[in-house]
């Protein structure tokens, strides 16, 4: 297919309305494309039309492969996300804050500007912030092609003593004490999400590109796993997604993922604590709720016993976060469903009856056409991030929003691009801050 026809086909849903250039998004969803094209151009090769790929289940030693195979294995985990964003407006920090409605707390935010995440109060008072160059934590390292991963973190969780677990994209995971010395350094590709156990034991996710050998033209398939570490760092084993579906009830999902590139882009990753068990048992604590992205699909996957236990699709499309909310509900990121935009769905898992959803206002509809996060807050109300816009805003249940942040990261000769505001989450106001 050549590449403007590609062009075409990709852009269709947004012709025949507003000027393109002038929707919240455009500007990255162009970018996205041309990723995607220079993806999927010949020199690439494309999709393969027909046949059926099943994963090797290790991958071939990298010295046997030829140069370009080993450059092409280079080019697929390095995939990640532009740190500039869409044309920013002119509010900066907290340009909304209604204290009666809104949920106090503290917010940690990362962002596309700096490999740093930032502490700061209601009304975007900066607390504390903690901060790592790549280079301290792997002293040889050196940039691959594609997005600058290793300029940013992706995502971070804060521990009750002020430490700090940090995610550079597609390299590694980090934990810094609260004056960002480094304690250990985790490769293994980590990338989005991580999650912990009451005992310290961590839950990463990881990648690894592997040659596809059943593949005509030999080209490399990206396989996401979860790394499970010691709180020290250390891996104790890992846990392919791609076998956890192989030997479940829902193998026939492997002949709808792609055969070549990012297969899975598994991008959320929640460690279950027994909510919703009642009404669908896969949902037991332990278990762990996961979201692929390739496959517009989320799924829950028993780590004990390494198999998929539950999967659900069709009501998104390129969605980020689903998060348990209440004993009876789940509420996810749409990043590409709706009509304008994208949408936040909270629906019961049992029944998927929609319970509630915000799209925005017709003056501003949510965008976001990759990253974000929602999070579910103790007062009934929704935090969202709107990565693309640099934008994070609290929502009532009356699609009100309470409390709002701009990124105030800003780049180019005229400030004309905000950092991407990976996520920005609502802390508990009761957490120990005796260390700051």
């Known amino acids: 297919m050549g590449v ?6 990709i852009l269709h849903p947004f012709l025949g ?45 990298r010295e046997s492969l030829t140069p370009e195979q080993q450059r092409q294995l280079r080019h697929l985990e390095s995939l990640g996300y532009l740190a500039g964003s869409t044309q920013p407006p002119a509010a900066t920090g907290v340009t909304i804050h209604d204290p009666r409605r809104s949920y106090a707390g503290f917010n940690l935010y990362v962002s596309g500007h700096a490999p740093e ?17 790549i280079t301290r934590a792997w002293p040889d390292f050196e940039p691959r092609p594609g997005p600058p991963n290793h300029q940013y973190w992706r995502r971070v969780r804060l521990l009750e003593d ?23 350094a985790y490769g293994g590709n980590a ?3 991580l999650d912990l156990l009451p005992d310290g034991t961590i839950y990463v996710l990881g990648r690894e590109a592997f ?28 846990i392919w997604i791609e076998q956890c579906f192989a030997r479940s009830f829902y193998a026939p999902t492997l002949q709808r993922r792609p055969a070549v590139g990012d297969a899975w882009h598994t991008n959320t990753l929640q460690i279950l604590q027994g909510r919703l068990a009642d009404q669908i048992p896969a949902f037991q604590a332990g278990n762990i709720l996961l979201s692929h992205l390739m496959l517009d699909l989320i799924s829950v996957v028993d780590p004990e016993n390494e198999t998929v ?8 499309r390129k969605q980020h976060q689903p998060v348990v909310c209440g004993d009876s509900t789940l509420v996810i990121l ?57 934008r994070a805003l609290e929502v009532t249940r009356d699609d009100e929003v309470v409390w709002e942040f701009y990124n105030p990261h800003r780049a180019g000769d005229d400030h004309q691009f905000i950092a991407t505001l990976f996520e920005l989450i609502r802390l508990d106001p009761r957490i120990p801050l005796d260390w700051l």
Not at 19 to 40: C, D, I, V
Not at 44 to 60: C, L
Not at 309 to 316: A, D, I, P
Request: aromatic share 8%; net charge negative; glycine share 8%.
């Open 191 to 193: 990338h989005h999400d």
């Open 17 to 61: 309305r507003a000027p393109f250039a002038a929707r919240p998004g455009a500007a990255l969803l162009l970018a996205g494309l041309a990723l995607t094209l220079a993806w999927t151009s010949p020199a690439h090769g494309s999709r393969p039309k027909t046949g059926r790929w099943h994963a090797v289940d290790q991958p071939s030693p």
């Open 117 to 133: 995440a930032i502490l700061v109060d209601m009304e975007g008072n900066e607390l504390h912030r903690w901060r790592c160059e």
């Open 162 to 184: 002020g430490e700090l677990l940090a995610i550079f994209e597609g390299i590694g995971l980090i934990k810094l004490d609260k004056d960002s010395n480094l304690l250990w």
């Open 334 to 390: 749409d990043n590409l469903g709706a009509r304008d935009g994208s949408r936040v769905i909270e629906f019961d898992p049992a029944t998927q009856r929609v319970r509630w959803y915000y799209e925005g206002t017709e003056e501003q509809p949510l965008a976001t056409h990759d990253c974000g996060s929602v999070q579910p807050l103790p007062n009934g109300n929704f935090l969202i991030s709107e990565s693309n816009r640099g």
């Open 309 to 316: 236990v539950w999967t659900m699709t069709g009501m998104w």
């Open 4 to 9: 403007i026809r590609r062009a075409v086909l």
């Open 211 to 238: 040659i596809n050998e059943q593949d005509a033209e030999k080209r490399p398939v990206l396989q996401d796993f979860i790394a499970v570490l010691s709180p020290d760092g250390r891996e104790q084993r890992r």
